[in-house]
Structures are given as structure tokens and as C-alpha cells.
Nanobody, 127 residues
């Protein structure tokens, strides 16, 4: 069992920044894919960015490339999402999730493969 706790959400104006954190505890596989998904009101949940916990290689959605950066601190069992240049369309509940056996280009955002999820942290960007 793996427990994920997100933090760092909040309300900012467009152009601002936030850094989300996801602390993992429990029996997590060392070769995992850990990352962030988001769900805006009335929309389906989508992948934002994920990172391979062994290699540090990451994937991200085209909508956030150049603005969001995913990183990890394995010593702290924590994954971060640095969000810069925030836009109103980034407003959503952001969820941390993890799956075993690493991230791959054809499945990095396949939600059904992610075994554990956090409760989410709200990000609101005003114009």
C-alpha cells in the first residue's frame, strides 16, 4: 500500500507560480512512475507530467511544456511540480499518482495503470 499526500495548491493570478509537492509513503516499488494529473470542472481528468523514479526521465503534456517542470527528491520520497506562467485554463484539482514499472512514452498518462492516488490539491488561476 502506498499513501500519497499532495500540498502546495492555492490561488494565484495569471502569470504567477506555484509548486506542488507529493509525499509518498509505504511500500513503493523503486522503479515507479510518479506524477501529476488534473481535472477541471466539467472536464475529464488528464495527465500533466510524470517522472520515472529511477532514471528521472519525465513526460509532460504539450499544454504545459515550457511552463511546468516535474522533479523528484528520492531521499524525501517526494515529487514536485513547479508551475510557472500559470494561465486561467490551468485551474483544476491536481492529483498525484504512482504506478509500478516506470513511465513509458505510450502510457505515461494512462490513468487506469496508476495504482495509487492522492486526494488532490486545488489550483485556481484568476485572470
Amino acid at each position: 500500500q502506498v499513501h500519497l499526500v499532495e500540498s502546495g495548491g492555492g490561488s494565484v493570478q495569471a502569470g504567477g507560480s506555484l509548486r506542488l509537492s507529493c509525499l509518498a509513503s509505504g511500500a513503493m516499488n523503486s522503479n515507479s512512475c510518479m506524477g501529476w494529473f488534473r481535472q477541471a470542472p466539467g472536464k475529464e481528468r488528464e495527465g500533466v507530467a510524470t517522472i520515472n523514479t529511477i532514471t528521472g526521465f519525465s513526460y509532460s503534456a504539450s499544454s504545459v511544456k515550457g511552463r511546468f517542470t516535474i522533479s523528484q527528491d528520492n531521499a524525501k520520497n517526494t515529487v514536485y511540480l513547479q508551475m510557472d506562467g500559470l494561465k486561467p485554463e490551468d485551474t483544476a484539482m491536481y492529483y498525484c499518482a504512482v504506478k509500478s514499472l516506470g513511465c513509458y512514452s505510450d502510457s505515461w498518462s494512462s490513468q487506469n495503470l496508476f495504482e495509487y492516488w492522492g486526494q488532490g490539491t486545488q489550483v485556481t488561476v484568476s485572470s
